[in-house]
């Protein structure tokens, strides 16, 4: 410490100058390195995950919607189905529907599958093919036969001009509905 002391009163003014200005450029390069870098690195990461963070909830917020839309949808499909009568088919509502609109002698075929399941239901389909009717008798079809009451909607749809006779269209109509698992019926094909 004595040589310290003794090297420091031997160097001139403009020496201690130079010695004091490199201490205190050291101590301020020390500073910024292991306090202000650490300190805005720190900063910078956990700005980053806030944002990841801000962008997870945002998604959650997201789903929990999309959920609750579905359990309502799931809810009012569960209703309806407990209000259908016990021997409902989609083919005879169907049948039904057709009639009520006026369109069941333009039906050229239609046929029932078994779609996929979805949890405790089955999807059941029906392919309708239909010919030589109106826009009108189609929208009338379509009026009656597409019920969220009874848990019957369109799935698919495709509609042309027919070949011979221009005026009219031929539509095929792909129907759908769920039943419980299990007590879907068998495919059958239809008129």
């Known amino acids: 410490k004595a040589d310290m002391r003794n090297l420091w009163s031997k160097l001139g003014k403009r020496e201690r ?11 301020l390069i020390v ?11 720190e900063k910078k990461r956990v700005t980053s995950a806030l944002d990841r963070q801000d962008k997870v909830l945002k998604e959650m917020i997201a789903f929990s919607r999309e959920y609750e839309s579905l359990k309502e949808d799931t ?3 569960k209703g309806a189905l407990e ?3 016990p021997d409902f088919t989609l083919m005879s509502f169907l049948e039904q529907k057709s009639r009520q609109a006026g369109v069941r002698q333009n039906i050229k075929s ?6 996929a399941a979805a949890g405790a239901y089955e999807e059941t389909l029906v392919d309708i093919r239909l010919e030589k009717l109106t826009l009108r008798q ?9 019920s969220p009451e009874d848990a019957v909607g ?3 749809i495709a509609v042309n001009k027919n070949k011979e006779s221009p005026e009219y269209l031929t539509a095929q109509v792909q129907m759908v509905t ?3 698992a299990g007590a879907a019926a068998r495919p059958a094909k239809g008129p």
Do not use: C, I, S, W
Not at 139 to 144: C, I
């Open 110 to 115: 239609m046929n029932a599958t078994k779609g």
């Open 178 to 180: 769920y039943q419980p």
């Open 31 to 41: 500073l910024v390195q292991f306090a202000l870098v650490p300190f805005f690195q």
């Open 83 to 85: 209000r259908r009568p």
């Open 138 to 146: 189609l929208v009338e079809f379509l009026y009656h036969a597409d």
């Open 75 to 77: 809810e009012m499909m």
């Open 154 to 156: 369109v799935k698919k």
């Open 17 to 27: 100058m130079f010695v004091a200005g490199g201490v205190g450029l050291l101590g």
